[in-house]
């Protein structure tokens, strides 16, 4: 949902520009790890192949999840990491997980500390889809299901905000939070009939739930 931000305040947005993604730790995956040969190559196979008739949405977004897919499991490659890939259209995105192997666990480390390397991932990911397909990428990336895990935290936060806005009908500031979990709580607004904005800046960036 596109938040309703107004100077000073910042509209908020899951796409490239929305994270300024923090640098890999050295323990996890390295930024570079060979990333311009991996994009090379697909950049020469997002290039390949023209189709004459006009590509759905759908069919966009499922070519977004096979290149992340590709770039991400030569990312492994190279980090010599366990990890499968699972790939889906959540809504107006591409959703890309990577997910337990049967060769072993996915690396918590590709998580990190709340959520900065998989931030940094995401990005990283989004970069390599964009130098591929020429447009712009709003991918959505999970590991090891932490963002599944700390969606259902959010939601019971955001309810319990939703419920004293409606009980008191004065407004709420919630604590800061992630663009991920910002874009959660103000689904659940929308969903509840009230109104939802975010301010502040990062790492401060919050939302402040209103009444109707």
Avoid: W
């Avoid at 509209?11 to 520009?17: G, L, T, Y």
């Avoid at 918590?108 to 500390?113: A, I, K, W």
Wanted: aromatic residues 2%.
């Amino acid at each position: 949902m596109t938040e309703q931000d107004t100077s000073p305040v910042e509209q908020d947005s899951c796409s490239v520009n929305e994270s300024s993604a923090p640098d890999v730790p050295a323990q996890g995956v390295e930024p570079d790890v060979q990333a311009q040969g991996v994009v090379k190559d697909l950049e020469a196979e997002g290039k390949t192949g023209g189709e004459s008739t006009r590509p759905t949405t759908t069919s966009l977004l499922e070519r977004e999840g096979e290149v992340a897919a590709d770039f991400l499991e030569q990312l492994l490659d190279i980090a010599d990491m366990d990890g499968d890939i699972d790939v889906d259209v959540d809504g107006d995105r591409a959703a890309v997980a990577i997910v337990d192997s049967e060769e072993g666990r996915v690396s918590r480390r590709l998580v990190g500390s709340d959520g900065k390397v998989l931030e940094a991932l995401q990005e990283l990911t989004r970069l390599a889809v964009q130098a591929a397909t020429g447009e712009r990428s709003r991918l959505m990336l999970d590991v090891a299901g932490y963002r599944a895990e700390r969606r259902a935290a959010v939601v019971t936060v955001a309810q319990a905000a939703i419920a004293v806005v409606k009980s008191t009908d004065e407004k709420v500031a919630m604590g800061p939070m992630t663009a991920f979990e910002r874009k959660v709580v103000h689904d659940e607004v929308a969903a509840a009939g009230l109104v939802s904005e975010s301010e502040g800046v990062e790492p401060q960036r919050h939302v402040v739930i209103l009444p109707a």
